[in-house]
């Protein structure tokens, strides 16, 4: 991707300049010079002060607007000026993208082009100042030099997608499988210039778990065979941090034993864990303990993806939960 130089001045950027500062006064202090914590948070340091993951190492899950972008449900609780359903998904989308801009974010993690081509989303994101080092795509091999192509012109670090490739991990057999594709379209990616494949995790992928016949022959959750069968050149781990949590996982622990091999996190908070009412929620308002797991995935953990599964608001959530990640002193 190159330089942004935001030369061409549009009626959406200056709608979302003061968009945001509605939205920045209702929801907290102003992301760009916060000096209190919000008072749903935990008191902290000045945000210029400490340790904190920089802004630069924050990015966001997109499918956090899927809603919106797709057929602008949730536009009423949008940003004055947001374009509704009667716009186009494009037009949404660079909406979003303005918003994101202004609010802190410099990195997404697209998980669709929205009906544009990768160069025209390439240009738009660069046009509001986004990298995307990272993006949910198809691990089908067949349209695996096609996806990592598209990958090398987005300017991606890693390749991967919102799960595992295929034949995925219903049986022991198929994760050992699985290992052995995620090895293959690695190697291809690294060797492309896009850097190794992640593989993302759900609940199940810990909640699964099978008698290691080919390793020790304890009981381990197909994650943990998948991360021993990969090859460390090739593949690495975004750790969906919520969804672990979900299933069962202490995330502090399983950076301590596996954090080599997590180069990503997905950001995501639960409140209420282990109960029927357990539920996603804003990043910091949960029950995660942030300082903890940041503090320890230091030194391997290089993008924190935040995110929340809809139904969401999704503009309220994207500008508080950026900072309180940008913020947090650990």
Known sequence: MKANSRTRPTRLAMLLALACA????????????AQEAAP??????????????????????????????????????????????????AERLEFVLAFLSEV?????????????????????????????????????????DANIADAKLLGQR???????????????????????????????????????IFGHNHAGEFETMYVDAQGDGTLKSA?????ENTDPRWVTFQLDVGWAVIGGQDPVALMEEFGDRVELFHVKDV????????????????EIDWAALFAVSQGSVKQY???????????SFAAESFEYVDCLVF
């Open 305 to 315: 993806v935040i995110e929340q599964d809809p139904p969401v608001e999704p503009f």
């Open 104 to 144: 802190g974010y410099r990195n997404i993690e697209p998980f669709s082009f929205h009906g544009l081509t990768a160069e025209q989303f390439d240009a738009l994101a660069e046009e509001y100042g986004l990298k995307v080092p990272s993006r949910h795509m198809s691990t089908s091999e067949a349209s695996w």
């Open 223 to 227: 994650w943990q065979i998948l991360v």
């Open 40 to 89: 749903d948070k935990p008191e902290q340091a000045d945000c210029a002060t400490g340790r904190t993951v920089p802004a630069s190492k924050i990015s966001i899950q997109m499918w956090t607007f899927n809603r919106y972008i797709g057929s602008g449900e949730r536009a009423d609780e949008a940003p004055a000026g947001a374009p509704g359903p009667e716009a186009t998904p």
């Open 22 to 33: 509605m939205l920045l006064g209702m929801v907290g202090p102003s992301v760009a010079g």
């Open 271 to 286: 409140v209420d864990i282990g109960e029927p009412t357990e539920r996603q929620t804003t990043v910091g308002q949960g």
């Open 158 to 196: 890693w390749t991967g997608s919102g799960g595992f490739a295929s034949p995925g991990t219903g049986s022991y057999e198929n994760t050992l499988a699985t290992a052995e594709t995620l090895n293959r379209l690695g190697e291809r990616s690294v060797k492309n210039g896009t850097g190794q």
